[in-house]
């Protein structure tokens, strides 16, 4: 019996960022590594906490995706900045005027997809305007102030240590707690394998998905709602840039497209591997037409190189 | 230069019923086939002449749709010898088969519903090209239909999808007998009056008559007994992949041909499982959908059997129960489907999760599972179904399908449901699991839990204490006990006289 050494198809994003985090710190000097890091882990925290969402509803079975999570999270900071109106006392009403919102935003994208039979692509994406349009109302242009105490929580470091990183890493533990070890996490991903399969032995499949939007909905909330604090405040397009992130790292993470197998491990893998080839082309100098094509290149790059894990 | 098969003047040597002639068109001996282990034609021997129609009978899995399979050269024999037109070809291929004049109505439609009956025409007839094919394409099909079915009012630019099945299925056999440039010498007829309503059902039968008189050689594949006495010159017979009977229709009855298919009587072994005594504790009672349709009752510890050909029914019944029992009974219901590819197994996960799956609200507290006792739930299990695999973390894609199987009843019996369908749950497994989970089934039914199972398989029933008998979408008739042997199932099958 020879073993031959075969890595996880997620650990192969933290391979790659790693050798962007090196190939950075030698451009730049051993002085820079440690800041390089802390930036990577800042703001792949964001992209963490939207992408487990996004590999909830895209475990759920092929087909299911949410392209409504950056209208979601706009529209999650706009009312809980405008419940909060900066002061500090109003915080935890304004995360759970965030949270509820988020929720039932997801609700709503089910609703659509369950009731109207519409394909999730379509459903979340005809959302997603309606969202979109309720933050403008809500804000307008104006850029909406979060409080001083939510901004400090969001870059808090004591002794050099990222409280809020720290604290998605505490999510992702959880959401790997829950998709194995409990009741609905091993629904979702039997529903994702096989909807009349998981049906015939008792799931009650719709509940499950409901439940994985709703989740999505909470979690891009909760992201707008960290945001707003660490980028000064709830504006109209803050949540652009995590469209397609929020599903490029769920796939990069290792989460199949077609449903039934999620990896919140890997979101941080594909997370940091994002954040830092951005850092690492910034290093470079290399400019911006030249930095997307090497960005697409390299996703194209891993996933072919990633073995196919249909060896079974 | 279109004409219709029963028009054209093609070979009439006017063949008495039977009697092997020298002029036979098909001409079969000790034909086989198998697929993997299954022995689905046993050395058949079929002959067929010009002029003559046959009617082929027997049960789901005799062996009638392979062999005229074989016919059309869409399955190749592995044994035997096969004689086209006092030729055996090298080669036998559905393309040489149509171009030898050989045509085939299958019972599911072939045609692509995309398109009109026209077009539909065109695709089986090459020489239907050039400019002007549209026109000739109508022409033909429109002249063949009138011909087999007159007083029809099919659009032939409508497309099939938007046809009745009726509709679609009169299509299917027009382009069947529509003739060009090849002669149609021998036409397959599958099932083809199902779908037809009364009216188009005789004019087909009169025309499969006049084809016959002019020299066309039928093959009719029906359950509609009736019409095979009303057309047929000959009856073929099968039943487990051989020919049993090929008896001379004219004077044979109904009754005398249905004992025909059932002359492989295999003494009743279930034993003296004693269910009448339980009839007083009902697990679920399910209402049929009209009056014709029997109300389905399941007491505890019992095993229902859902019986009749395969397709009338059984499996709509079954689910419709399983939805009523999983809102209504105590504990839930379990189901072990057939069908395993689509509906049983989860291709990603190993036999642990994929057996444990129906009995997690049971380890689970809050919501939390109980890690470790599903573990033993699986080891338990797996053991007890003796399923062969290194340990229950082996990824269930690389078992058998037997041993996948296994997996699925383990899965169902080791819930807590006292209910239990079954799916016809035993295709394409070996008879020595088969064994294993009757004796499982019936030792699980005297601890009181209840069975409900659809089989295609006969000898399946013999395990069963009841047994409903389904017949065009409804259960028609309940046998029990003594009562159940093959020519009763059967007879409820085929129906009453006036099918």
Redesign the interface.
Known sequence: MTRRLVLAPWTYSFIVALAMWIATTAYSGIGSAGSTLAAALAFGAFSVVIGTGQMLVIAAGSGNIDLSVPSVLTLAAYVSMAVMTGHDGMLVPGLVVALLVGAAAGALNFLAILLLRLPPIIATLAWSFVFQSFAFNLGGEATLKPPALLSAFTVWAPGGIEIMPLCVMGLTAAAVFVLRSTLWGRSLLASGQSEPAARLAGVRVWRVRLIAYAGCGTLAALTGFLLAGFSGGAALNMGDAYLLESIAVVVLGGTSVAGGRANAVGIWGAALFFNLMATMLNTFRIEAGIRLMLTGALIILIIAIVPKPRAA | MSSIAAMSDHATNGTSASGRTATDLLEIRGLAKHFGAVQALRGVDFHLAGGEIVGLVGHNGAGKSTLTNIVSGSIAPTGGRFAFDGREPAIWSPAIAKSSGIRCVYQELSLATNLSAAENIRLMHRSLCGIGWRARARALVVATLDAVFPGHDIDPDRRLADLSIGARQMVEIACAFSQTDSAVRCVILDEPTSALGHEATTQLLAYVRRAAASGLALILITHRLNEIIEVCHRAVVMVDGRVVAEPETAGLTRTALVELMGTIEVPRQAGDRSAAGRQDRIALAHSGRDARDLAIRVAAGEIIGFAGLDGHGQRERLRAM?AAA?NTAAN?A??V?GDRG????????SIA?NLT??S??SL?RL???S?GAARRLAETWSAKLNVKAPSVDT?I??LSGGNQQKVLFA?ALA?DARLIFLDDPMRGVDVGTKQEVYRLLRSEAEAGRSFVWYTTEFEELRNCDRLYVFREGRAVKELAGASIDHASVLEASFGGGDV
Request: aromatic share 14%.
């Open positions: 399983f999983e839930g379990a189901f489907a689509t509906e049983g197994v989860f291709a990603l996960w999760d799956l129906r997690l609200p689970s919501g939390l599972i890690l990824p894609l690389s899965r819930s």
